[in-house]
């Protein structure tokens, strides 16, 4: 099975979250669409036709690829 690169992950989260606000502060139509396609990226990415299973996924993977590689100038913080 591929693993996803956990910066592209890590992108499409804080994208995905990023509208999700967005959108329930403000409906729009762009924002909308914009969220679906973003939905639809994570889940291909992360191999499932559900986001929210998508988004679990991801978060698993997350802290997995930080263990992985600690040191390393591809791992990324959780929190910082």
Excluded: H, N, W
Aim: aromatic content about 2%; glycine content about 4%; some cysteine.
């Amino acid at each position: 099975m591929l693993v996803p690169d956990p910066k592209a992950v890590r992108t499409l989260l804080t994208r995905y979250a990023s509208l999700r606000i967005a959108q329930a502060e403000r409906e729009s139509p762009a924002t909308a669409r914009e969220l679906e396609d973003v939905s639809y990226t994570l889940c291909v990415m992360m191999g499932t036709t559900d986001v929210r299973e998508a988004v679990a996924r991801a978060d698993a993977l997350l802290p997995a690829a930080a263990v992985a590689d600690p040191d390393g100038e591809d791992s990324l913080p959780l929190a910082g």
